[in-house]
């Protein structure tokens, strides 16, 4: 059966192009490598020992959306991660993130209407409930405005698409990603950052591996035990088999609505210095980082309460903090990203 996965040379993309191809699916690519390499197509290839093909354009662009759809028949679904996803380039080009990710999605979603395509699984994000008043975040917990123009995009994008089930021929899923990280145990992919990483655990590894001088830790005076902000890490390859149980739930029929919405997250949180202190454990490396000043727009604790999708998915995250940190700085030091990766050190 054959699955179009947008943004998958990224990095949740890959690992699930990786686990759709274990479970016997064909993948299909499309991305504009704006934050990837094709060479990731490669090495999804020596992982499963089928290199997915890999359409290089950007979605953006409604003639080479609909040419796809009329090259390639049969597409049994959908599974659209293709979107920027820098919080603090969002606020800087907020034009960037709304053109990007909002016309991507629909040209998306106009093309599998034209084409029968009937199933869509949507990468979204826990930022679309902003800081909760009450923790852990259920499906349930009420959306708050977002922080940034990008989380504003994944509110918006989730509302294009429950909008568009209600009168066009097409299910979706939403799936609200807690925070994804560490690497294929292959560590043949990972986390490839272009240039300077936003996320915590992409500069830790970058920092002991020498790319960056130290990492900066974004506040300790916040409410929490230690002072850092909590958020709920989860292994990308957990991350990525919830995508394969959720789009078969789809494809056999077992959707209870024709949009449903899951949050993705282990249901515990971490603290940014428990996260450092695992990666020193693993690593056996002294972490080089300061305590500087809050980052604007960081929410001060996040997790998820993972029993919905734990209940009606059948699916657990399965991997630990530690496996995380491990599997993460393994990616690393295979150096396998360096075309992408700049220094500063
Ligand atoms: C953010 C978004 C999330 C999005 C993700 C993608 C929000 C609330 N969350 O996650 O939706 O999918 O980016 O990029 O908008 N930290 C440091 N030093 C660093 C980097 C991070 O101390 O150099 C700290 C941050 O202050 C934060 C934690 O590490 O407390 C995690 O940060 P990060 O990895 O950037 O993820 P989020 O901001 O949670």
């Not at 299909?28 to 020992?49: F, H």
Request: charged fraction near 25%; proline fraction near 4%.
């Amino acid at each position: 059966m054959k699955i179009l996965v947008t943004g998958g040379t990224g990095f949740i993309g890959s690992h699930t192009a990786v686990e759709l191809q274990q479970q016997g699916f064909e993948v299909l690519i499309v991305d504009d490598l704006s934050n990837s390499t094709a060479e990731v197509a490669d090495r999804i290839g020596m992982i499963t020992g089928t290199k997915p093909p890999l359409h290089v354009f950007d979605l953006c662009d409604a003639g080479k959306t609909e040419d796809l759809f009329i090259r390639e028949e049969g597409i049994a679904a959908v599974i659209h991660f293709a979107a920027h996803k820098s919080v603090g380039e969002s606020v800087q080009q907020p034009l960037k993130y709304y053109r990007n990710n909002l016309l991507s999605t629909v040209n998306l979603l106009e093309s599998m209407a034209r084409h029968g395509v009937k199933h869509l699984i949507f990468s979204s994000s826990c930022t679309v409930y902003g800081q909760p008043d009450e923790l852990p975040v259920t499906e349930h917990t009420p959306l708050k405005r977002a922080e940034s123009p990008y989380g504003n995009t994944k509110k918006i994008m989730e509302d294009i698409i429950s909008d568009t089930v209600k009168t066009a021929d097409v299910a979706a899923i939403s799936l609200r990603y807690f925070n994804p990280t560490g690497a294929h145990e292959s560590a043949l992919i990972g986390e490839a950052p272009s240039g300077i990483p936003d996320n915590l655990v992409p500069y830790i590894t970058q920092t002991a591996i020498g790319a960056r001088s130290f990492l900066r830790v974004f506040g300790d005076d916040y409410d929490t035990p230690d002072g850092t902000p909590i958020r709920d890490y989860i292994h990308v390859v957990d991350l990525a088999k919830a995508h394969v149980v959720a789009l078969k739930r789809m494809l056999d029929g077992k959707c209870k609505d024709r949009y449903e919405v899951f949050n993705l997250g282990t249901g515990r949180g971490y603290s940014v210095m428990e996260v450092i202190k695992a990666f020193e454990r693993v690593s056996g490396m002294n972490l080089n980082y300061q305590v500087v000043a809050r980052r604007p727009g960081d929410i001060v604790k996040i997790w998820a309460d993972p029993s919905y999708a734990n209940r009606e998915l059948g699916w657990k995250a399965e991997k630990g903090l530690d496996d995380m940190m491990g599997s993460a700085w393994n990616w690393e030091q295979a150096g396998l990203h360096l075309s992408t990766l700049s220094t500063d050190a």
